[in-house]
């Protein structure tokens, strides 16, 4: 048996911005944002163009940290019994940033209590959700990333009630985004779609989305790089991100995402670049095998799996990415124990591979 559930209400294309309005319904509403001009003017249109708006918080830390939470829960306070909705505008920091704060409101130490303590998630403020990097696909998701550096984990605050209400995708909105971050956000999208396939909880649906979302990307992305104007070219990245999105919001992410949080942690290597370098490596693992997933596999990157990681592989190094983990500092020694250590995690427990094959990619 499998089941796929997503309850968000996808409105996407150019101009869907303009549907706002209508997806506010006359509530009041906060905007969630980063703290810059860009997103600031933004903000500012967007109250222009919708009544209700009861402030902007843009409280907003890159990489959201338990420690970071506390400034817009203080700013959230005096406006507690005003907004009914939150709109999160900008990338998987400002998501998931929202996605705490609708459950926190003005007491951050409630989200510690729920990482740490396993407190239930309740009554989460209703979210809709603007993204305007195109990796993340938190805008479909039910969870988000929670970082302590102080005692070095990576958390994921997870509640079906955290589902966004709706998400707005509207690649105008990414036609600024840096050439840099298109590439590591793209990555990131390009490994959700390749982690809910090597996944315990694949599904014929989750297989549908991650083989479109693929194939969207692997077109996409090299050709954005030259050209990072071309709306035609932002909507396929962002729908590729979108697929990627709905395919692992049912199957959370693998092997490659637990080992890219040790990474982060220790080296402040980017998400996008830390979750997707090992890709090569990880599908490789599956060239001899017949499990289901390498029949998967096979069925989309041709019979020779190991060729397919390697035309993957030189994919990413044209978009100047080095995949072996010492081009990121690690000898052998230190990089069979993160995969060790992931391997034991809780994502790296949906990697239906082999683990010894997993290691011998490394040696
Ligand atoms: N919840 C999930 O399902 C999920 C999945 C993957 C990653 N994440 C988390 O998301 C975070 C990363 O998010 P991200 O990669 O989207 O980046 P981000 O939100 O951290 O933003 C990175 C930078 O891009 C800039 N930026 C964003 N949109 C822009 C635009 N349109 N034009 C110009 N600049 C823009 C921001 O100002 C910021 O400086 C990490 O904390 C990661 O752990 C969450
Ligand atoms: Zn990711």
Redesign the pocket.
């Known amino acids: 048996m499998w089941k796929f559930n997503n309850p968000v209400n996808i409105l996407f294309g150019e101009g869907s911005l303009s549907t706002l309005g209508q997806q506010l319904n006359n509530r009041r509403y906060a905007v969630v944002t ?1 703290d ?1 001009a ?2 600031a003017a933004i903000a500012t249109e967007i109250k222009a163009q919708c009544p209700g708006c009861v402030t902007v918080f843009n409280q907003v830390a ?3 940290d338990l420690a970071d939470l506390e400034a817009i829960c203080a700013a959230f306070k005096p406006h507690q019994n005003e907004i009914e909705v939150l709109v999160a505008l ?7 940033t929202t ?1 705490a704060l609708a459950v926190a409101k003005d007491d951050h130490r409630v989200i510690a209590n729920v990482l740490k303590q396993h407190a239930p998630v309740e009554n989460p403020l209703p979210m809709i959700v603007i ?3 195109t ?4 805008e479909v ?1 039910s ?3 929670i ?1 302590d550096k102080d005692s070095g984990c ?1 958390y994921s605050l997870n509640d079906s009630a955290l589902f966004p209400e709706a998400a707005i995708c509207d690649p105008t ?6 050439v840099s ?1 298109t590439i ?2 793209g990555l ?1 999208a390009l490994s ?1 779609a390749m982690e809910s396939i090597w996944n315990r909880n694949a599904n014929p649906i989750s297989l549908m989305y991650a083989t479109e979302a693929i194939a969207l990307i692997r077109e996409t992305l090299p050709k954005l790089v030259n050209e990072p104007s071309n709306l035609d070219l932002r909507e396929k990245m962002m729908k590729g991100s979108l697929l990627a ?1 709905l395919a692992f919001s049912n199957t959370k992410t693998s092997i490659a995402h637990n080992m890219s949080y040790a990474v982060t942690l220790e080296t402040g290597l ?3 670049i830390a979750c997707s370098f090992t890709l090569p490596a990880v599908l490789c693992s599956f060239a001899f095998s017949e499990c289901p997933t390498a029949q998967s596999l096979r069925q989309l990157f041709g019979d020779d799996i190991n060729a397919a990681a390697k035309e993957l592989e030189s994919w990413i190094h044209k978009l100047n990415v080095h995949t072996s983990p010492e081009h990121y500092g690690y000898n052998k020694e230190k990089w069979q124990q993160i995969v060790t250590d992931a391997l034991d995690g809780e994502r790296g427990k949906n990697f239906p591979g082999c683990s010894q094959q997993l290691l011998n990619q490394f040696i």
């Open positions: 980063y810059n860009h997103f890159e990489n959201p900008g990338g998987g920091s400002v998501i998931d996605k993204p305007t990097t990796g993340t696909g938190s998701t969870w988000a990333t970082w990576k909105l990414t036609l600024e985004l840096p971050l590591q956000t990131d959700h999105g980017p998400h996008g």
